[in-house]
T-cell receptor, first 114, second 113 residues
Framework: NAGVTQTPKFQVLKTGQSMTLQCAQD?????MYWYRQDPGMGLRLIYY???????DKGEVPNGYNVSRLNKREFSLRLESAAPSQTSVYFC?????????????FGPGTRLTVT | KNQVEQSPQSLIILEGKNCTLQ??????????LRWYKQDTGRGPVSLTI?????NTKSNGRYTATLDADTKQSSLHITASQLSDSASYIC????????????FGAGTILRVKS
């Protein structure tokens, strides 16, 4: 039982390049989330998917897109990376809405945009 | 504005000592308050979750308290161990905005031998 897995662990991009961060969970959870964590700040929600087939914007969605591929997988895409997107990205999942259910986090992807 | 403020920003203690981390919030109305532990290079892991009607909750050597009247919470760590070195994050659920989670910036704890 791996929980929440993320790939890659580290990535360096040049400004303007694109990439997709992958996330998968094996707990049969309905809801999945993407957060970013910056030094001195709390985690901020980028996008979430309350259930398979639905996605919604969070607090900081600009510059990102997401796909809920199936119940297990939720990917985050940067179409044209910018230095301001240098951050650590965490995927999380929960059985139901995060407000009422435990959230389980992946190990993170550390992204640097030069 | 709905905010979560944690203090101190960082803390160094000797192994075996106790410590208390603080969390003050302005989130209202709130449904629950959580404490997470985040080891370096890892994702956050839940320690405790308390509803607005609970005053205290324990998880081994970790005890969280909540005063909903003063909007304050604390996390007390007893008999600290080297493995307690981590960032501790306070999270408050805002009922008003679809149960949105509001995260504090965390307190970095270092336990020295």
């Amino acid at each position: 039982n791996a929980g929440v897995t993320q790939t890659p662990k580290f990535q360096v991009l040049k400004t303007g390049q694109s990439m997709t961060l992958q996330c998968a969970q094996d707990m049969n959870h309905n809801s999945m989330y993407w957060y970013r964590q910056d030094p001195g700040m709390g985690l901020r929600l980028i996008y979430y998917s309350a259930s398979e087939g639905t996605t919604d914007k969070g607090e900081v969605p600009n510059g990102y897109n997401v796909s809920r591929l199936n119940k297990r997988e939720f990917s985050l895409r940067l179409e044209s990376a910018a230095p301001s997107q240098t951050s650590v990205y965490f995927c999380a999942s929960s059985e139901g809405g995060a407000g009422s259910y435990e959230q389980y986090f992946g190990p993170g992807t550390r992204l640097t945009v030069t | 504005k709905n905010q979560v403020e944690q203090s101190p920003q960082s803390l160094i203690i000797l192994e075996g000592k106790n410590c208390t981390l603080q969390c003050n919030y302005t989130v209202s109305p709130f449904s629950n308050l959580r404490w997470y532990k985040q080891d370096t290079g890892r994702g956050p892991v839940s320690l405790t979750i308390m509803t607005f009607s609970e005053n205290t909750k324990s998880n081994g050597r970790y005890t969280a308290t909540l005063d909903a009247d003063t909007k304050q919470s604390s996390l007390h760590i007893t008999a600290s161990q080297l493995s307690d070195s981590a960032s501790y994050i306070c999270v408050v659920t805002n009922m008003e905005y679809g149960n949105k989670l509001v995260f504090g910036a965390g307190t970095i704890l270092r336990v020295k031998s």
